[in-house]
T-cell receptor
Framework: DAGVTQSPTHLIKTRGQQVTLRCSPKSGHDTVSWYQQALGQGPQFIFQYYEEEERQRGNFPDRFSGHQFPNYSSELNVNALLLGDSALYLC?????????????FGPGTRLTVL | AQSVTQLGSHVSVSEGALVLLRCNYSSSVPPYLFWYVQYPNQGLQLLLKYTSAATLVKGINGFEAEFKKSETSFHLTKPSAHMSDAAEYFCAVSGTSYGKLTFGQGTILTVHP
């Protein structure tokens, strides 16, 4: 049984560029949440997708957007990259009809903005 | 709104010694509480969770945590540290908001031989 998978593992971009990160949830899960973990910090909630809709959003600017596909996989898009966007981006999956269900995390995507 | 405070950004113990990692929470609704562990360059692995059942929760790898409502605490303990326990540990709280997790700043555990 595959757990949560994320791609790519690492990514290097320059300021002003756009980036797309991808996540496949654990088998049987229908909800995907995204978190940003800056170096030396705890993860911070970006947003959550359920039934292809953004259900909840954290305190992040509109440059951060997402999408969920019918197979429950998800993308995180960040536009107009800033140096401060450099972080580990974590995807977590869970069952949306249980509140709150345990979230299972993927290995993350390390984004470096130069 | 929820928040988590982890007391001590670094904790160092000897192999075989007691591990105690402190977590205090604030929540406007009955909380669900979690401890996750993160090894270098990896994602988060769930150690244990409290979801309003038994106040003493047992997790993987010999860890346990006790929910104390009066103290708003959820400290993580392990009777005997092992070298493989060296990692960063995060306490997190969730309310009824679809499971959004609010994390503490993390505690790095170092285990000395």
């Amino acid at each position: 049984d595959a757990g949560v998978t994320q791609s790519p593992t690492h990514l290097i971009k320059t300021r002003g560029q756009q980036v797309t990160l991808r996540c496949s949830p654990k088998s049987g899960h229908d909800t995907v949440s995204w978190y940003q973990q800056a170096l030396g910090q705890g993860p911070q909630f970006i947003f959550q997708y359920y039934e292809e809709e953004e259900r909840q959003r954290g305190n992040f600017p509109d440059r951060f957007s997402g999408h969920q596909f019918p197979n429950y996989s998800s993308e995180l898009n960040v536009n107009a990259l800033l140096l401060g966007d450099s972080a580990l981006y974590l995807c977590a999956s869970s069952l949306g009809d249980r509140t709150p269900d345990t979230q299972y995390f993927g290995p993350g995507t390390r984004l470096t903005v130069l | 709104a929820q928040s988590v405070t982890q007391l001590g950004s670094h904790v160092s113990v000897s192999e075989g010694a007691l591990v105690l990692l402190r977590c205090n929470y604030s929540s406007s609704v009955p909380p669900y509480l979690f401890w996750y562990v993160q090894y270098p360059n990896q994602g988060l692995q769930l150690l244990l969770k409290y979801t309003s059942a038994a106040t003493l929760v047992k997790g993987i790898n010999g860890f346990e945590a006790e929910f104390k409502k009066s103290e708003t605490s959820f400290h993580l303990t392990k009777p005997s540290a092992h070298m493989s326990d060296a990692a960063e540990y995060f306490c997190a709280v969730s309310g009824t908001s679809y499971g959004k997790l609010t994390f503490g700043q993390g505690t790095i555990l170092t285990v000395h031989p």
